[in-house]
């Protein structure tokens, strides 16, 4: 099969062919007809030791694809089934995982993989897709399932007013699902301008320009301080700024990767008796179906602004280093 590689910090990414897999007794083979780039896939080529990725992994992890072959002990899923998967793989056998949230087990790994023809995953990783969704489209559904558990640990009740700092993928979601769930006003900032249309049409009522006067652009557009903010970009200063903007005992969610630290002086937080809120995955049984259930609906799927096979990879990811238009792109090993 032919897969995408990572060698090192500052090489590119690159394309070689490798053995197709074959399934442990627990798992079963997927020919991958969607995985998207995420931005943490970034984060993971320039600091690898954090996520425990090494020389010549394959990364990707918002997977979907069709069943090629099962090991011998899987009896839940079989050869010709479409599925989405969720990239968290825990033990399978503690409280955490029997209860449907694998993040939380001691053991969990972040599986990648998908940027390939062929990817093994363990089968209680699996979730069969709706028949009225598009089988590459289901590459969606982890993203999503990130953005809705964002809501969820928010405790975002109808008539809120929320802003969103940052309109990459998972801004752009978290907005689509607080409009969905109730939110009066969903406002998502940006330093730069070119998703306005894109977050207006996923729900959101107004857009932002980040800066120095954020707080009061948010206030503005969500007619008073908005209850909760989500910082979806996880740059230096970006809780300082959420926490300046919020209301008076309003909740600040942490959502996006900052590496390396942050400058934060709590004092505001601390003065406004600010509830701050970090989120990370999700919990597979319940808020991973609803993620794809939402798929039906066509409109996460707006978020796709490219789809390309394998070869053109190296040189997308690269590019995505950079702010540009692109939003989400969509791997299809099918178009190589």
């Known amino acids: 099969m032919k897969a995408v590689i990572f060698d090192a910090v500052g090489a590119p990414l690159r394309v ?3 053995p197709d897999p074959t399934p442990a007794p627990d798992e079963v083979v997927l020919r991958v007809a969607g995985c998207g780039i995420c931005g943490s ?8 030791a954090t996520f425990g990725v090494g020389a010549g992994s394959v990364l990707g992890h918002e997977i979907s694809g069709k069943v090629v072959a099962v090991g011998r002990d899987v009896t839940v899923l079989q050869v010709g089934d479409g599925v989405a998967v969720a990239p968290m793989r825990g033990c399978g056998q503690c409280a955490r995982c029997l209860a449907g949230d694998p993040a939380r087990c001691p053991s969990m790994q972040l599986i990648g993989g998908g940027y390939a023809e062929y990817v093994t995953v ?3 990783q699996c979730r069969r897709m709706p028949a009225d969704v598009a ?14 558990h964002c809501i969820v640990r928010s405790g975002m009740t109808p008539g809120d007013r929320v802003a969103i700092v940052g309109a990459g993928p998972i801004g752009l979601l978290v907005a ?14 940006d ?14 009522t107004g857009f932002a320009m980040s800066g120095e006067v954020l707080a009061e652009n948010l206030a503005d557009l969500c007619e008073g301080p908005p209850d909760i903010v989500f910082e979806c970009v996880g740059k230096r200063g970006l809780l300082q700024a959420a926490s300046q903007a919020v209301r008076p ?15 934060w002086d709590p004092f505001i937080a601390l003065s406004k008796e600010i509830d701050l809120i970090f989120s990370v995955f999700f919990h597979q049984k319940n808020e991973f179906g609803v993620a794809l259930d939402a798929l039906t609906s066509g409109i996460p799927q707006q978020l796709i602004t490219d789809r390309i096979g394998l070869s053109p990879v190296p040189q997308v990811f690269e590019s995505l280093r950079r702010r540009i238009t692109q939003c989400k792109v969509l791997i299809q090993p099918e178009f190589s």
């Open 135 to 148: 089988l590459a489209d289901g590459a969606l559904a982890e993203p999503l399932s990130v953005a809705l």
């Open 16 to 18: 070689e062919t490798r």
């Open 122 to 124: 363990a089968a209680r």
């Open 249 to 263: 005992q309003g909740k600040v969610i942490g959502v996006g990767l900052c590496i390396g630290g942050d400058d």
């Open 41 to 48: 896939d970034l984060h993971i080529t320039e600091d690898p």
């Open 176 to 189: 689509f699902w607080a409009r969905r769930m109730g939110a009066s006003h969903v406002v998502v900032a």
């Open 191 to 204: 330093i730069q301008s070119h998703q306005r249309e894109r977050a207006l049409a996923l729900g959101a």
